[in-house]
C-alpha cells in the first residue's frame, strides 16, 4: 500500500496563480520529497525537507511540513504553464534502504 | 554528467513473455532503485540494488528480479508476463544506498497484450 495520499487529485489554474498540494503520510517518515513528473516520463526530483524542519524554500517553490498531523504541502507561486505537470509527495522507508514510498499524485493544470 | 538511461523505452510483449528491462545510473553513482507505475496502484517499489547486492526488496512476487552488474548497470526481468504486468517501470540511481536524493530515469514502458 502507498504511504501517502495527495490532495486535490486534480488542480486547474489560471498562470501567474500560485497552486498548493496537500500530502498526508501514514508513519513517521526521516524525511519527506517531492517529485515533478511531466506526462508519462521520470520523476524530477524537486526539494528534500528533513523531519525535524517546518517549512524550507527553493525559488518558487516552498514546503512545509508538521510531522505531528503527518501532513506536507507544496506551494508553487507564481504559476507557469511549464509548471503542467503530476507532484508527487514521498517518504522514504526503512532507514538506510532507498525505497521511496510515494503519494497518489496531483495532476496540476496551469492554463496559459 | 548522463542522466539515467533506460533501454527500451516502449516494449510490447504477450502474456507468458519474459522481458528484461536495462538501467544504466548516473556515472559514479552505486545504488539503483526499480519502481513500477500503474494507473491503479501508482508508483510502486520494486527493489534496490547496491555493490551487485540487492538490499531491499517490495512486495512483488517472484516472478519480479532484478541484478545488478560491476559497472552498476542493473536490469530487471518480469517472467511469464501477466496482463496486469503493463506499466512504466522506472529506474532511480543515487550515489550511495540510503542517499536521500534519486535520479529517475525516463521509464521503459511496457505493454502486455
Known amino acids: 500500500s502507498q504511504q501517502g495520499e495527495e490532495d486535490p487529485q486534480a488542480l486547474s489554474i489560471q498562470e501567474g496563480e500560485n497552486a498548493t498540494m496537500n500530502c498526508s503520510y501514514k508513519?513517521?517518515?526521516?524525511?519527506l520529497q517531492w517529485y515533478r513528473q511531466n506526462s508519462g516520463r521520470g520523476l524530477v526530483h524537486l526539494i528534500l525537507?528533513?523531519?525535524?524542519?517546518r517549512e524550507k524554500h527553493s525559488g518558487r517553490l516552498r514546503v512545509t511540513l508538521d510531522t505531528s498531523k503527518k501532513s506536507s504541502s507544496l506551494l508553487i507561486t507564481a504559476s507557469r504553464a511549464a509548471d503542467t505537470a503530476s507532484y508527487f509527495c514521498?517518504?522514504?522507508?526503512?532507514?538506510?534502504?532507498?525505497?521511496?514510498?510515494f503519494g497518489t499524485g496531483t495532476r496540476l493544470t496551469v492554463i496559459p | 554528467k548522463a542522466g539515467v538511461t533506460q533501454t527500451p523505452r516502449y516494449l510490447i510483449k504477450t502474456r507468458g513473455q519474459q522481458v528484461t528491462l536495462s538501467c544504466s545510473p548516473i556515472?559514479?553513482?552505486?545504488?539503483v532503485s526499480w519502481y513500477q507505475q500503474t494507473p491503479g496502484q501508482g508508483l510502486q517499489f520494486l527493489f534496490e540494488?547496491?555493490?551487485?547486492?540487492?538490499?531491499n526488496k517490495g512486495n512483488f512476487p517472484g516472478r519480479f528480479s532484478g541484478r545488478q552488474f560491476s559497472n552498476s548497470r542493473s536490469e530487471m526481468n518480469v517472467s511469464t508476463l501477466e496482463l496486469g504486468d503493463s506499466a512504466l517501470y522506472l529506474c532511480?540511481?543515487?550515489?550511495?544506498?540510503?542517499?536521500?536524493?534519486?535520479?529517475f530515469g525516463p521509464g521503459t514502458r511496457l505493454l502486455v497484450l
Open positions: 514521498a517518504t522514504d522507508g526503512v532507514t538506510g534502504a532507498n525505497n521511496l514510498f
Open positions: 540494488y547496491f555493490s551487485e547486492t540487492q538490499r
Open positions: 532511480a540511481s543515487s550515489l550511495i544506498a540510503g542517499s536521500e536524493t534519486q535520479y
Open positions: 556515472s559514479g553513482h552505486r545504488s
Open positions: 525537507i528533513r523531519s525535524n524542519e
Open positions: 508513519t513517521s517518515i526521516n524525511n
